[in-house]
Structures are given as C-alpha cells and as structure tokens.
C-alpha cells in the first residue's frame, strides 16, 4: 500500500534553533517527493519538489535531501524563526497514476 | 504574485442545506483541483480538472457533491444536502501543465455543518 509517514508528528524549538523532519514512504513506482508548508487555516505552500535523480534541493534557509534508495526525505530548517511555526507535510506523487500520496503533517512550534 | 483565490473563506451551514464554493485558479493554469481537508490529516483530493475536463473524481461522493469547470477557468463546487460530516477545509488548487507541475493553493474555505 503507498504510504507517506513523518515522524515527529510535533515539536517545540527555540528561535534561532535548526531542526530537521523525517519523512519515510512506501509509494512505488516514484515519480517525485515535495515538502509543502501550511499555516493554521491557510492552504498549503510548496517548499521544494524533488524527482529521482535529485538528493539535496534548498529554498531558503530549508533544504530537503531525499534518497530514493532507502525511500527516506529529510526537511532541514536553518536558523528558525517564529514564522516557521506550521504544518510540514511531505507528499509523494506515485509514477504511475499521478496519484499524490499525503503525509499527515509535522508540527512545528517555534518559540522565542 | 498570482494567487489562486476563493470564496467564501468562512461557511456556516446547516445540515440538509446546499452549499456552494467558488474557485479561481492562477491565470492559464489547465488543471484545477479540489481538496477536502479534517483538521489534523493531510488533503484529500476529491476532483481534478483539465480544462473543463473532469481527469479525476473518484473520491467524490457523486450523491451529494458535484462540481464543474463550465468555461475552464473558474470552479464551483457544490454539496446538496450537506451532512455533519462534511465539516472541513476545503482547498482549490491549481497547476500549470499537470501532475507533475507544483500546485499553488488557495486560502481555503472552512465549512461548519451543524
């Protein structure tokens, strides 16, 4: 079954402090991996899109590394601010019907 | 910077009544989507457009949801009667060539159903 799964589902960082999101997925065949953003009540904003041959994209102060062999995606946030608390949702898009696969989300709150 | 707009951003209904969303997609973007999304769980897809082609709908719930692209450009979608269930975000979105091309959402439209 294509699954997306992100671990943590929540954490708590301190402004200025970096952190990194886990996300694993099962979705096969792959066609690509993104990192959407999400404020409360607001839709969801693209961070980065990454397709097989890509293992490092960054956007900013985040990066997102992915390696298709162990099928695992990192999101890595430099130098947090309190803008940066939000929901960050992995999501990959199956090769062969287009389908794209949500995660439930990580998150995160940046605190002063 | 183009935005995808909607409207209403806020809706309070009550169960058994119609309700309607409206959809604008980013100029010259072909494809429009409708997601629903639970507080805590990721969106749903419920129908993708090409155009005013339907490419997608096999999670609405055809009894009670329908939407349409009459033009291509913009969107509504519509539930009638709607259940206590249906409380959600519901999210627009579009894309330029597709699939693959990055989807740009809009603000959304949180439903009540009481």
């Known amino acids: 079954k294509n699954q997306v799964e992100q671990s943590p589902q929540s954490l708590i960082i301190l402004e200025g402090k970096n952190c990194t999101l886990q996300?694993?997925?099962?979705?096969?065949?792959?066609?690509?991996l993104r990192w959407y953003k999400q404020d409360t009540g607001r839709g969801p904003v693209s961070l980065t899109i990454?397709?097989?041959s890509e293992n490092t994209k960054s956007n900013g102060r985040y990066t997102a590394t992915l390696d298709a062999d162990t099928k695992q995606s990192s999101l890595h946030i430099t130098a947090s601010q309190l803008s940066d608390s939000a929901s960050y949702i992995c999501?990959?898009?199956?090769?062969?019907?287009?389908?794209?696969?949500w995660g439930l989300g990580t998150s995160l709150a940046v605190n002063p | 910077e183009a935005e995808v707009a909607q409207s209403p951003r806020y809706k309070i209904t009550e169960k058994s009544q119609a309700v309607a969303f409206w959809c604008d997609p980013i100029?010259?973007?072909?494809?429009l989507y409708w997601y629903r999304q639970i507080l805590g769980q990721g969106p749903e897809l419920l129908v993708q457009?090409?155009?005013?082609?339907?490419?997608?709908d096999s999670q609405l719930p055809k009894d009670r949801f329908s939407a349409e692209r009459l033009k291509g450009v913009d969107s509504t979608l519509k539930i009638q009667p709607a259940e206590l269930g249906d409380s959600a975000m519901y999210l627009c979105?579009?894309?330029?060539?597709?699939?693959?091309?990055?989807?740009?959402f809009g603000p959304g439209t949180r439903l009540t159903v009481l």
């Open positions: 979105a579009s894309s330029s060539r597709g699939h693959t091309d990055t989807q740009y």
């Open positions: 100029s010259g973007h072909a494809t």
């Open positions: 457009f090409q155009d005013e082609s339907v490419v997608d």
């Open positions: 996300c694993n997925y099962t979705v096969s065949p792959f066609s690509n």
């Open positions: 990454m397709t097989f």
């Open positions: 999501v990959v898009q199956a090769g062969n019907n287009r389908k794209l696969i």
